[in-house]
């Protein structure tokens, strides 16, 4: 299999054998093939630019087995109340947490790229762009119908609270905007909304509405009424 671009040192960091295994056994049943990339990074995960089998242009998601990420555990791993260790498990339920939101989410009818596969701690998904090239970040763009997305994105917010959870890390660099349509992005930090994490779906709220500071936007309070989860 080929690496593309990823310097030695990602490659050290990363293609542990239980990646490459894993990365095996997604090529074996017909969702992997060349690896190009990566096109996202960060302290982890991964993201790379394949082709399936059956030539579908794909996102492969992979979570880093290094433990440098955990020295300090995040906040909303602990909400999960999943006992939080160092090990192979950890990352792969992490990952399977990921998928379960985001293929919750396409369920929904959100714009979210098209979840194809999760296996340990690998996610496969529709890749939002052409022949490996990524679609843009909302950030970086500007000539776009604020109103319209705006509404597009509280309409998300607003279904995945009904459904009972939020994103948890919503932001411009966490939406892509392809084919003229906003994609909610990185659902690695999703949670259950309950009254210990209602701060999670306010952040959120306040994401958005910071982003969209130059056109009306919707208050809060307003939002946390209509979805009918605290009063």
């Given at each position: 299999?080929?690496?593309?671009?990823?310097?030695?040192d990602?490659y050290?960091?990363?293609?542990?054998?239980?990646?490459?295994?894993?990365?095996?056994?997604?090529?074996?049943?017909?969702?992997?093939?060349?690896?190009?990339?990566p096109?996202?990074s960060?302290?982890e995960?991964?993201?790379?630019?394949?082709?399936?089998?059956?030539?579908?242009?794909?996102?492969v998601?992979?979570h880093?087995?290094?433990?440098?990420?955990f020295?300090?555990i995040p906040?909303?791993?602990r909400?999960?109340?999943?006992?939080?260790?160092?090990?192979?498990?950890?990352?792969?339920?992490?990952?399977?947490y990921?998928?379960?939101?985001l293929?919750k989410?396409?369920?929904?009818?959100i714009k979210?790229?098209?979840p194809?596969?999760?296996?340990?701690?690998?996610?496969?998904?529709?890749?939002?762009?052409?022949?490996?090239?990524?679609?843009?970040l909302?950030?970086?763009?500007?000539?776009?119908?604020?109103?319209?997305v705006?509404?597009i994105?509280?309409?998300s917010?607003?279904k995945?609270?009904?459904?009972?959870?939020?994103?948890?890390?919503?932001s411009?660099?966490n939406i892509?905007?392809?084919e003229?349509?906003p994609?909610?992005?990185?659902f690695?930090q999703?949670?259950?909304?309950?009254?210990?994490?209602?701060?999670?779906?306010?952040?959120?709220?306040?994401n958005?509405?910071a982003?969209?500071?130059?056109?009306k936007?919707?208050?809060?309070?307003?939002?946390l009424k209509?979805v009918?989860?605290?009063?």
């Amino acid at each position: 299999m080929s690496i593309g671009f990823i310097s030695k040192d990602f490659y050290n960091g990363l293609f542990d054998n239980n990646t490459a295994l894993n990365l095996r056994k997604l090529e074996g049943d017909g969702l992997v093939s060349e690896l190009k990339g990566p096109f996202g990074s960060g302290k982890e995960a991964l993201v790379f630019y394949t082709r399936s089998l059956d030539n579908l242009e794909c996102a492969v998601k992979i979570h880093r087995y290094s433990i440098n990420p955990f020295k300090k555990i995040p906040q909303y791993m602990r909400i999960r109340r999943k006992k939080v260790v160092n090990n192979l498990s950890i990352i792969n339920v992490w990952t399977s947490y990921e998928y379960k939101y985001l293929l919750k989410s396409y369920n929904l009818g959100i714009k979210v790229p098209k979840p194809y596969r999760q296996y340990r701690n690998i996610i496969v998904m529709k890749f939002l762009g052409y022949n490996g090239i990524p679609a843009p970040l909302l950030n970086e763009i500007n000539d776009f119908d604020k109103e319209r997305v705006y509404s597009i994105l509280l309409d998300s917010i607003k279904k995945m609270a009904k459904a009972g959870y939020t994103h948890g890390d919503l932001s411009a660099y966490n939406i892509m905007y392809f084919e003229d349509e906003p994609y909610i992005i990185d659902f690695s930090q999703s949670v259950k909304i309950t009254p210990s994490t209602k701060d999670y779906l306010i952040k959120d709220i306040n994401n958005l509405n910071a982003f969209f500071k130059e056109i009306k936007t919707e208050p809060v309070e307003k939002i946390l009424k209509e979805v009918g989860l605290f009063e």
